[in-house]
């Protein structure tokens, strides 16, 4: 009768181990996932701030790649957007689908 006792304890608690990692790792990933939203919103501003003087670009994110939309006067311009968002740092792949506009 004791081994039945001993080994229902035993069970219980790993279920309840096995319960609460499950828990942490669910939280974990939530974090992750918020950091990561955070690191794409801070990532965003700085593209944004040193594209200030083109304020027809819209800039987005997403775990370091940098998509820039919107219309530029000439392929320069373009060209001039698309390495100023690679120099910001954190940056990894800028996208380009800048359009130039007609004439």
């Keep these: ?9 035993l069970f219980a608690a790993a ?12 939280q974990d990933g939530a974090m ?4 990561a939203a955070s690191t794409d919103t801070a990532l965003t501003a700085k593209v944004k701030a040193a594209l200030a003087e083109q304020k027809q670009i819209n800039v987005t994110s997403a775990e370091g790649v940098v ?11 373009g060209t001039k957007a698309i390495q ?11 996208k380009s689908e800048l359009t130039v506009a007609a004439k």
């Design 15 to 26: 279920t309840l181990s096995a319960a609460s990692l499950t828990a942490y790792a669910q």
């Design 67 to 77: 998509t820039l939309s919107g219309q530029v006067a000439n392929t320069d311009a």
């Design 84 to 94: 100023a968002a690679s120099a910001v740092a954190g940056v990894k792949e800028v």
């Design 32 to 35: 992750a996932g918020a950091v």
């Design 1 to 9: 009768m004791t081994n039945t006792k001993l080994i229902a304890s």
